[in-house]
T-cell receptor
Framework: DAGVIQSPRHEVTEMGQEVTLRCKPISGHNSLFWYRQTMMRGLELLIY????????DSGMPEDRFSAKMPNASFSTLKIQPSEPRDSAVYFC??????????FGSGTRLTVV | AQSVTQLGSHVSVSEGALVLLRCNYSSSVPPYLFWYVQYPNQGLQLLLK??????LVKGINGFEAEFKKSETSFHLTKPSAHMSDAAEYFCAVSGGTGFQKLVFGTGTRLLVSP
């Protein structure tokens, strides 16, 4: 199994631009999570899906952030418009019910 | 609701010394507990997990943790530190069976000196 696959690994964009982060969970996992990690705030849960349905998006910072999971094998996290304070490492993770999470390698986003 | 508190943002040990990373949890239901390790520029990797079976849980790389309900603790230990253990360690809790959301602690950076 290739694990949780995130793309791109690094993204540098200008303030105001749209950014789309992508995640392919492990086949058979029914839950998917998006986290953001920064030095100041640590790991923050942004949103999670169960069986492709968004369950809790209370961690999404503001309306500029949106996430979708159109099918069991793909999810996106979009930031529009991006701001410098969005610079962080964004992790996707997936799990089966009762199991631990498997994390992707993350996307390091820099907004200049 | 669940939460975890990791005591000490940094822990320093000498190579060969005992490693002890502390984690206390709060949960309104029987918890599942996890330890993850993060090496620089990498994602989080599962070290071990407690899911209501044996209270002493053994994980990868020689780490183990003991669930103590009376102390609401799930401390991570390793008898002898290696240089390669230097990383950040995260304790996490979820609400047990069924659909789960993991709540992470703030992390403890382990420094290992020769």
């Amino acid at each position: 199994d290739a694990g949780v696959i995130q793309s791109p690994r690094h993204e540098v964009t200008e303030m105001g631009q749209e950014v789309t982060l992508r995640c392919k969970p492990i086949s058979g996992h029914n839950s998917l999570f998006w986290y953001r990690q920064t030095m100041m705030r640590g790991l923050e849960l942004l949103i999670y899906f169960n069986n492709n349905v968004p369950i809790d998006d209370s961690g999404m910072p503001e309306d500029r952030f949106s996430a979708k999971m159109p099918n069991a094998s793909f999810s996106t996290l979009k930031i529009q418009p991006s701001e410098p304070r969005d610079s962080a490492v964004y992790f996707c993770a997936s799990s089966q019910t009762g199991g631990g999470y498997t994390f992707g390698s993350g996307t390091r986003l820099t907004v200049v | 609701a669940q939460s975890v508190t990791q005591l000490g943002s940094h822990v320093s040990v000498s190579e060969g010394a005992l490693v002890l990373l502390r984690c206390n949890y709060s949960s309104s239901v029987p918890p599942y507990l996890f330890w993850y390790v993060q090496y620089p520029n990498q994602g989080l990797q599962l070290l071990l997990k407690y899911t209501s079976a044996a209270t002493l849980v053994k994980g990868i790389n020689g780490f183990e943790a003991e669930f103590k309900k009376s102390e609401t603790s799930f401390h991570l230990t390793k008898p002898s530190a290696h240089m390669s253990d230097a990383a950040e360690y995260f304790c996490a809790v979820s609400g047990g069976t069924g659909f789960q959301k993991l709540v992470f602690g703030t992390g403890t950076r382990l420094l290992v000196s020769p």
